[in-house]
Structure formats: structure tokens, C-alpha cells
């Protein structure tokens, strides 16, 4: 619900700020006073088209404000940018003279498209140049569903084409996948007999590089073992053995007591010491064999790794893998003809509910058609008819119809959708029509109604006052009329005045009641010239 409009700069406007209440807000004026200017700064602010030419002469910059009422309502852009609100909702927008146009929402800063987006939400305006929602044929589905009030079928249907779906979507799957592996069986079988032949364990990669590691070091320290005895060795003798020869020798002097029996004694001290080394500087013999195998087990699982684009440890979990889907090969024709079935069934039941959807449809068109047609005379559409066409279409989360509202304004001419007829006070009027029939319970939403009272006065114009004072019990209004007997339906009423000091023009609007609001439709019934008839007149045509 609008509940306040703030305008700055726009055309005739200086600056003023309207509070706006539930029910019917009438808007009334002399002719050229400026209504359409505040059906234009509000459209500003529901995120319509920028024009410069809206700015006020000597200004650079215009802005307007719209705040609304909410509720508990969450739009889903305001999800999407993360704007917070606690049931009020503030729109505002500038534009520049250099054509710039900035937005906000509550203070965030938002695209126009996103603006209008919201605006939409909130208010729906229906004027001669407005895109009303309800000409859009996209909306018309929702509206006679709404208006059938047959929430449960909607969510059967819409909870059975989930499972549809779902369904098809995993028999596609499956048959690509059938397709696609069918070529491949032959590989994956190869596949699966070499994992299965190296029967590859987690954590085995560590344990065989740890093993090898210590392989390879046994051998190296073999090999420096072997050079530290080669290097002990003299033209081909041991040291040791020379050491001894060279006591031996010593030993032949023939003075006693020998002289060099101290040296002969080291000798052989010498010698034994250098003969305990030799002994456990021996080479200690590697397990080659077990080194080589270690190194081909190794070097096979990572050789298999890389072809399956895994690490080591998961080459097990890959084993299974593959098993699992030549077991899906394998059993392929079951597992089609379980997804077969699936699909065939869910597409039986969400046939069964599209089925009694549609004919909930059929019925709710029907008295849509009648209570649309009992509407049309007192608003001066008699010659006009209306009608619901259901149409087949694919499946969907809505079921399998198509629906659009058609329209004929005379008779004699073929039906054409929504869309494609006459615009101006006629389409208001239908539109009221429409959405007086079609409000079921209380909405958020504003509905603006601008010359819904072109070409029709008395009965007419009384006919339309009493459809707006209606739809106004369900959801705030507001007309701008030039007719007395919609102005008197009003639960609050504007008036829009124009006022000049010789050199600047501006327009201004204030709410009047009693005696003012008497006066105001009179001078609507009688013009400048307000008489005691009109003013008689005034006082019986206000109803609230």
C-alpha cells in the first residue's frame, strides 16, 4: 500500500509530500491542472522511463520518493540485493538534466531495472498509456487459478511434474550413459581385469617407497663398504698380511735380546687391529631380487595411477568404480526398463492431476466469463464480450494449458487477446472489471485507474465509482476522475490545483474534506460557477 508520495522539481511541482491511506483515493482537478503529472512522478518512481523534460524549467536535478506498506511480503530482488526492510519499503529516484538517472530502495542503491521490478509488484497502473499486468498473457493463468481458487490441484500438479521431471530426466541420463558405456564395456573390462590383477591397497604406495628407500640405501653402503676394503689392499696383498710379513722379518735379527722387539710387538698390535677392521668392513649382502620386485610393484601402481588420473590410494576406490558401472552395463536392460516404467508412471499421474486442472479450468472460466459479463453493462460495455481460451501446451509445472483472455468491444467482431484492443477509458474500464472480479481476498498491491471515466457520466459513472469503492475494500486505489459521481465514492479526496504569480507556474495538491470536498464536486458537476442545485447535488453523491 502506498502510503506517502514526495516530489521535488518534476514539471509544475516545486515540492510536495501526500500521506495516502487504505481504500479509495480520488484526484480531482480542473483541466491542465496537473494530474498527469503526478501519475508521471509516480510512475518515476516505479522505475519507468526517464525524461529530462520532466525536470522543472530552471532546475538540474528532480527527484521523487514513494514509500509503501508492506507487510511481511518479500519480493525476491530484495533477496537477491540483500535489502532489508521491517514492512515499509522507500523507492527513490533522481534524474539529472544530462539525462543521468540514479535509484535506491531503502537506501541501497539498485538498477531502474530492478526498480521497476518492485514497482510492478507494488502497483499497477491502468491508463491509456500504461502496460497494465492483466495484458499481459503470461499473467492470465494465474489469474483464473487464483480466481478458481483450486490451490490443492495447482499443487498436485505442480508437485507431479517435479517427479516427471526428475524421472525423464534420469532415463535420459541413463540412456546416454547405456549408450556411451555400451562402446566402452570392452575397455572398461580391460580395465577392470588389470586393477583387479594388481589388486592396488591404500597407503600401499607409502609402504613400498619407505621399503625401497631403505633398499637402495643397503646397496650404496654395500658399495662404500667394498672401496673402503679395495683401498686397504697393496698390489694386490692385504695390509694386514704385509704388516705381519714385515714382523716376521724383524723377528730373524739375531742379537739377543732382539733391539726392534718393541717395534716388531706394535707390528703385530698393528696388524691385528687392521685385520679386526678388514673382517667387519665386509660387504653385507643385498636382496637385490626383493629390491627389483619392490621397485616393479611400485612403479606399476603409479604407472596405473596416472593412466586412471588418480592418486595411488584411490586407484582402489576407482577399482570399484568401474565395477560398478560394467555392473549397470551388465544389467542395463533392467535398470532401463525400472527407469521406463518410473517415467510411465509418474507421467500417468501427472496426467491424472493436469487433467482434473484443466477441467477446474474449464469451470472457472466459465463463471469467470459470466461474472466478467454481468459486470460490463453498467460500465458501459454492453456491446462488448468476453472469454477464456484454453489451449493445449507442453507440459509444465502448471499443467498442460495454455490460457488467455480474449475480448471483443462490438458486435460482430472476431475475439482478440487482451492486449490488442482499444486502449484509453474503455480498456480502464474493462480493466476494472477484471480486477474487481478477480480480487480475491486482501492484497499489498495499488491499483491507479486513470481515465476509467472517459466518454461516461450519470448511471455509468456511478456504475464505475461504486466497481473502484469495491475493489478498494481488498486493496488501495487510486483514481484520478473528472466525474462527480466517482469522486463521491472516495474514502479520501485530492485536490489538484494550478496556481500562477506572473512569473512562475506551479501546481500544488492537498487533501480536502467537509465542506471542501462539497464544494470540489460540485464544481465538477456545475463547473466555475458553483450553485445551490450543484452543491444539493454534491452532498447525495458522497457516499463515504
Known sequence: MLTRLAISNIVLIDRLELDFRAGLSVLTGETGAGKSI???ALSLALGARSDTGLIRHGFDTASVVAEFDIGANNYAPLAEFEIEHDGTLILRRTI????????????????????????????????????????????????????GGYNELRANVAAAYSELHAAEKRLRELREFLEKSAAEKEFLEYNVRELETLKPMPGEEEELSARRAIMMDAEKNAA?????????????RAMDEMIFAAAHVLERIKTDPNPYQSQIDKLYEAGGAISEITDVLAPVAVDTINLESTEERLFALRAAARKHRVTVDELANKLIQMQEQLAIIDDSDANLKKAELDTKNKKSEFNKFADELHSARVAAAANLKKEILAELPDLKLGGADFDVA????????????????????????????LHKIASGGELARLMLALRVVLMHGNTAKTFVFDEVDTGISGATAAAVGLRL?????????????????????GDTHFKIQKSSDGATTTTDVCEIKDDARVSEIARIISGEKITDESIATAKTLIKN
Open 96 to 147: 539529472s538534466a544530462d539525462g543521468k538517472s540514479r535509484a535506491w530502495i531503502n537506501d541501497v542503491p539498485v538498477s531502474v531495472k530492478t526498480l521497476k521490478q518492485i514497482g510492478d509488484e507494488l502497483v499497477e497502473i491502468h491508463g491509456q498509456f500504461e502496460n497494465h499486468t492483466l495484458l499481459d498473457p503470461a499473467t492470465h493463468i494465474a489469474s483464473l487459478d487464483e480466481f
Open 390 to 417: 484454453i489451449e493445449a501446451c507442453a507440459p509444465n509445472a502448471m499443467g498442460t494449458d495454455a490460457v488467455t483472455f480474449m475480448i471483443k468491444t462490438n458486435p460482430g467482431t472476431p475475439f482478440a487477446p
Open 38 to 40: 503526478l501519475l508521471d
Open 469 to 489: 469503492a469495491r475493489l478498494a475494500q481488498r486493496a488501495q486505489a487510486l483514481v484520478v476522475t473528472h466525474s462527480a459521481q466517482v469522486a463521491g465514492f
Open 224 to 236: 662404500i663398504l667394498k672401496d673402503a676394503r679395495d683401498s686397504m689392499n697393496v698390489g694386490g
